[in-house]
């Protein structure tokens, strides 16, 4: 299933459009069954099950972090993170620069934008991201990347069409406004149920977990 899967959907996504492979949850067996696919880019959100895979996957593996990370947690996640996409606060970022400086590292991220409608999601408002990237010294081992954003979990397309036209219209404002950043290029909108809502958006990176690896166990790993 997974291969067919992930082939399913490879075979649609325009070239440049970078798959996350969202594995989190499912066992190191299914991993190295999309890893034998080709599949070499993968995205987990919790620290230690993150840690516990990287070490376990081959090298060449591209890890990505997509959910909360807490400050004390950094260890377990920089390392070995090509791309933290979910930088959701200024706390966490000071945090980062912090670890990066020590380690002598430069920590790619994604800053992670609300754009859903709920009130709980983490992330900066629009005009955070535009105040936070317009002054970037106190940053000097962190590389801006990009944006990430999850729409708002609904059924209604439109919705979930309004909050990616939101986010696409930040990126593309941030890119006019801070050409200086010059790695600032990835958009990392869809997951399984809206990627073809964010691929029409602008998407340079999907992150899909259930669409390739069915559902997660609730009991946690497998
Ligand atoms: C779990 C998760 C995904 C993947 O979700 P699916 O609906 O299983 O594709 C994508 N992005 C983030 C931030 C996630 O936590």
Request: hydrophobic fraction near 40%; charge should be negative.
């Amino acid at each position: 299933m997974i291969a067919s899967n992930l082939e399913k959907i490879l075979s649609e996504l325009p070239q440049g459009v970078r798959l996350v492979a969202v594995s989190k949850f499912h066992p190191l067996s299914e991993l190295q069954e999309a890893y034998a696919m080709g599949q070499r880019c993968f995205g987990e959100n919790r620290p230690q099950e993150f840690s516990l895979k990287a070490v376990q996957m081959p090298q060449d593996v591209e890890w990505h972090f997509i959910g909360h990370l807490q400050t004390n947690k950094l260890k377990l996640v920089l390392p070995y993170a090509h791309l933290v996409e979910s930088v959701d606060s200024v706390h966490l970022l000071d945090a980062i620069q912090n670890w990066a400086y020590i380690h002598d590292r430069n920590i790619r991220i994604l800053l992670e934008v609300h754009i859903g409608a709920e009130e709980t999601k983490q992330g900066f408002r629009p005009e955070e991201v535009l105040e936070l990237l317009s002054d970037l010294s106190q940053y000097p081992n962190i590389v801006f990347c990009g944006l990430m954003g999850m729409a708002s979990h609904t059924d209604d397309k439109e919705a979930v069409a309004a909050d990616f036209a939101r986010i696409k219209s930040l990126f593309d404002h941030c890119r006019d406004s801070f050409p200086q950043l010059t790695s600032f290029r990835e958009l990392s909108i869809g997951m399984s149920d809206d990627w073809r809502i964010a691929l029409a958006h602008g998407s340079t990176e999907v992150r899909i977990g259930t669409a390739i690896f069915g559902p997660r166990s609730v009991a946690g790993m497998k």
